[in-house]
């Protein structure tokens, strides 16, 4: 007998054309038919990963090395798509299939951790260098900016010459070329799409400049946003060029050419009317949605007319696309003979590469793109984990740390005096001692949104507190720990690109191995200075707690506490605590 819950299954099952998401996978089946194109990849999760992120992708079948003789399918992705949302089912031993997870928000990221032994990943080697473990290599690699997989040959390697090596590669689709069974030898990716990248990011977007080098592929966008957004997450992409629909050239009005160099940075930009350059944001310690949520107003998005509805309103359009896994955008006409009462035609449609055949202006229609790929709850990127004073830190950019506030106290004067961080519409999370001598609520006002402290007037808005929580073991002047406080502010905040929350640590950050620790705040630059105007950020390495009591004896080191600095000092984030983000 079947129950309601297996029957709901089949039925979403049978219609995943439409249906929410689906994560289970499909022991020793192969989809057959419906292939889209082929890649190497070391495991199921990340041919489903892939699968994820392909424009049309919806299915997929991985072959494992126990599941074929043929040496050149073991390893195999086979990425795959169905009109219907499903595929004939073949049994097939050790394979494994299963769906894209484009909808199904919190589970999407382009983050693969996980490092392979006994497998070495071919692509181009690019570089060689003696490394003493496999963790060092992956940072190298995810610090450099072509590297997407490498190889490390452990000390057992046979070959003494390559004993310890670490080989950083890339591939043409950001995937290995082939991958064999090799012993004593460990494989992994990049941890850039993490953001966990040590390289750095420039968030500027340049008017009327255009960059040259390699142009690797190009796509019809409305705006240069969007053409960042998908530099970020092609494999190869490192900057871009988007010509406006007002460039000379009509042949490339609303097209962003996707390029690459040698050198990983642009060779010689040349100033240009109506042409807008800018950069990947795979280096950036927060990644940008894979999604875009804006509406354009009098545009028509034209493409494969897959669906033709009617529906009440545009945003009624967008979700129609979005709850239909094979649209990737949409036109809403508002055009009378396209209307019929309230409602109004909602053309959905889709594309070999996700993005607009051609990109019309001047109609009565809205358009715009599938929110399947959109990320669920605040939208927040969280990765980075944040931390006090920044002594010996660098300027921050626009929307770099999008959940850091500034914490001032009006008595006579205004002045900032702490940081903290968003983490969610009504909570700022800070220290327990900013409020030493300060508790009367009314004093403090929290700006939020802001990268210099000058910016800051009287008819800046800001926010109030309406409760105070501070933990019931904080003592003042005590070096015991539990310095921390929950603030409740007396109207949510709205969120935006400059203004969200850093997401809570789960379980899973336990392990800080891979993990670099970023420290924001406008806090002293040097021991004794003054407090800066722009927000200041620094990375410092974390400490084992054994390391760390040895260094400060006069204190108890105890487990709620994280130790990071340098030997040499420096960068740090033991003092200053009173401009702090965490």
């Not at 219907?84 to 394979?95: D, K, M, Q």
């Not at 890339?170 to 799409?193: A, E, M, Q, R, W």
């Not at 850091?404 to 106290?409: F, G, Y």
């Amino acid at each position: 007998m079947i129950s309601f819950r297996q029957a709901a299954y089949l039925t979403c099952f049978f219609a995943t054309v439409s249906c929410g998401c689906l994560t289970q996978l499909y022991k020793n089946t192969f989809f057959r038919g419906g292939d889209l194109t082929a890649a190497y990849t070391p495991n199921a999760q990340h041919c489903q990963m892939m699968c994820t992120f392909h424009p049309r992708c919806l299915l997929f079948s991985f072959l494992p090395e126990s599941s074929t003789n043929d040496t050149g399918k073991r390893f195999g992705c086979f990425l795959k798509d169905s009109a219907s949302g499903i595929l004939p089912r073949v049994s097939r031993t050790n394979a494994i299939s299963g769906h894209s997870l484009k909808q199904c928000g919190h589970q999407i990221s382009a983050c693969h951790r996980d490092i392979h032994k006994g497998i070495d990943m071919r692509g181009v080697n690019f570089n060689v260098s003696k490394v003493k473990n496999v963790e060092e290599c992956q940072k190298i690699c995810t610090n450099s900016i072509h590297c997407q997989f490498f190889t490390y040959a452990t000390e057992r390697f046979y070959n003494a010459a390559y004993r310890n090596a670490c080989l950083l590669k890339n591939g043409p689709g950001g995937t290995p070329i082939s991958i064999k069974v090799l012993t004593n030898v460990v494989s992994g990716f990049s941890l850039k799409p993490c953001a966990l990248s040590e390289i750095g990011c420039r968030m500027d977007i340049f008017q009327h400049l255009t960059f040259s080098d390699v142009d690797i592929t190009r796509a019809v966008t409305p705006d240069a946003f969007v053409c960042q957004t998908i530099c970020t997450y092609h494999p190869n992409c490192l900057f871009f060029t988007f010509y406006t629909k007002a460039w000379h050239l009509e042949p490339q009005r609303n097209v962003c050419f996707l390029k690459t160099s040698k050198s990983g940075t642009p060779s010689s930009p040349t100033p240009q009317e109506n042409a807008i350059s800018g950069y990947s944001l795979l280096t950036c310690k927060t990644l940008p949605e894979p999604c875009h949520s804006k509406i354009y107003s009098g545009v028509d998005f034209e493409g494969e007319e897959l669906n033709v509805t009617f529906v009440e309103g545009v945003s009624v359009c967008q979700e129609t696309c979005t709850k239909m896994i094979r649209c990737q955008f949409f036109t809403y006409s508002l055009r009378p003979e396209d209307c019929r009462g309230e409602k109004c035609k909602c053309s959905l449609r889709l594309s070999l590469d996700g993005s607009p055949t051609r990109i019309t202006y001047g109609t009565q229609a809205s358009s715009g793109y599938s929110l399947r790929l959109c990320r669920s709850g605040d939208s927040s990127v969280c990765t980075t984990k944040t931390n006090t004073r920044i002594v010996g830190g660098t300027n921050s950019s626009w929307g770099e740390w999008p959940w850091q506030v500034s914490l001032q106290v009006k008595l006579r004067a205004q002045s900032h005096l702490c940081g903290g961080s968003i983490i969610g519409h009504q909570w700022v999370l800070t220290a327990a001692h900013c409020f030493d001598g300060l508790p009367l609520l009314n004093v403090w006002h929290i700006y939020s949104g802001i990268l210099n402290l000058s910016e800051i007037t009287k008819e800046t808005p800001f926010s109030q507190i309406k409760e105070l929580i501070i933990h019931q073991n904080y003592k003042i002047s005590d070096g015991g720990g539990h310095d921390i406080a929950l603030i409740k502010l007396e109207t949510p905040l709205n969120y935006t690109e400059f203004q969200k929350p850093i997401c809570l640590p789960s379980k899973a950050d336990t392990n800080t191995i891979y993990t670099n620790c970023w420290v924001t705040g406008w806090g002293f630059t040097k021991e004794k200075g003054e407090i800066q105007n722009t927000l200041q950020k620094a990375n410092i390495p974390l400490v084992p707690s054994e390391e760390c009591q040895k260094k400060y004896r006069d204190y108890e080191i105890t487990k709620q506490m994280i130790c990071a600095g340098y030997k040499e000092g420096g960068k740090d984030a033991w003092g200053f605590r009173r401009s702090l983000s965490l």
